[in-house]
């Protein structure tokens, strides 16, 4: 299966933990973005890469969240001391090329804040 | 702040029916408009693009573009009821670090009913 993969698929965690989610882009993609989904509502963008730099931040986007994307190949995204609010769908996709290329999803990492 | 919005419906329409979407958004400056559809539970999956201004068919979708009135639609032929699912309104908009985000709507709830 060559499409955006993530992992884990679901995690259930405990308020104040850290949590780290991964994202595998289709190989040749050099644009990958993270976004969060809550019920309801459409994805929210939190951050985005073209290859290895982090060009763009949501200012929503609290300091306990970080992402990286080391060699421009697969990216992490780091939730530190989780709150309940973190609760969500994490959805990153990536495109190739210029702004007209089309986004592809993984399937998400469905995230538990209990 | 960007926007992209749509009715959350739901639209109820019969098998059969043509389902018709919208979506308007703000940014003048984008190029690129995209509609995905998203079962519940699952990831959005790409179904449309369009860049230009007029109608682009695929199947039996079809999506109409109006820059000057700032508005996308999406038409649904023949709805079936594997049809019922959320669609999703995607405008590539200017960020400001200088890159095109993706930014979504609220998505429109389609119920088709036998």
């Known amino acids: 299966d060559t499409g955006v993969s993530q992992d884990p698929r679901h995690k259930i965690t405990k308020r104040g933990q850290n949590v780290t989610f991964r994202c595998d882009p289709i190989?040749?993609?050099?644009?990958l973005y993270w976004y969060r989904q809550t019920l309801g509502q459409g994805p929210e963008f939190l951050t985005y890469?073209?290859?290895?730099?982090?060009?763009?931040k949501s200012r929503l986007l609290s300091d306990r969240f970080s992402a990286e994307r080391p060699k421009g190949s697969f990216s992490t995204l780091e939730i530190q001391r989780t709150e309940q609010g973190d609760s969500a769908m994490y959805l990153c996709?990536?495109?190739?090329?210029?702004?007209?290329?089309?986004?592809?999803f993984g399937q998400g990492t469905r995230l538990t804040v209990v | 702040q960007k926007e992209v919005e749509q009715n959350s419906g739901p639209l109820s329409v019969p098998e059969g029916a043509i389902a018709s979407l919208n979506c308007t958004y703000s940014?003048?400056?984008?190029?690129?408009f995209f509609w995905y559809r998203q079962y519940s539970g699952k990831s959005p999956e790409l179904i449309m693009s369009?860049?230009?201004?007029g109608d682009k068919e695929d199947g039996r979708f079809t999506a109409q573009l109006n820059k000057a009135s700032q508005y996308v639609s999406l038409l649904i032929r023949d709805s079936q009821p594997s049809d019922s699912a959320t669609y999703l309104c995607?405008?590539?908009?200017?960020?400001?670090?200088?890159?095109?985000?993706?930014?979504f709507g609220r998505g429109t709830s389609l119920i088709v009913h036998p």
């Open positions: 996709a990536s495109s190739l090329g210029d702004l007209n290329t089309e986004a592809f």
């Open positions: 190989s040749e993609h050099n644009r």
């Open positions: 890469f073209q290859n290895e730099a982090q060009l763009e």
């Open positions: 940014d003048r400056v984008s190029q690129s």
């Open positions: 369009i860049y230009s201004n």
């Open positions: 995607a405008v590539n908009t200017f960020a400001s670090g200088g890159s095109y985000i993706p930014t």
